[in-house]
């Protein structure tokens, strides 16, 4: 089972809509991704607002920065 992912971004982030279109089709064959949006805490906001998107593995704490294709993402849970 593919370990538990947070995808930082916001509304209205055209790179952000690209990153969750990259990964969907690992989310349809189980991939579980929470969308966090930075602009909802000052803390992330303060931490990812110059590179966002960035998809976090929530076991590890490991980041993954944009831009990166579906190979990429799944070497990165592997």
Do not use: K, N
Not at 29 to 52: M, N
């Amino acid at each position: 089972m593919p370990p538990e992912c947070q995808l930082f971004g916001t509304l209205g982030c055209h790179l952000c809509e690209l990153a969750e279109a990259e990964i969907m089709p690992l989310v349809e064959c189980g991939l579980l991704v929470e969308l966090v949006d930075i602009a909802d805490s000052q803390e992330l906001f303060e931490a990812y607002s110059l590179s966002i998107p960035v998809l976090r593995r929530v076991d590890t704490g490991a980041e993954l920065g944009w831009p990166f294709e579906t190979e990429q993402v799944v070497a990165f849970l592997s």
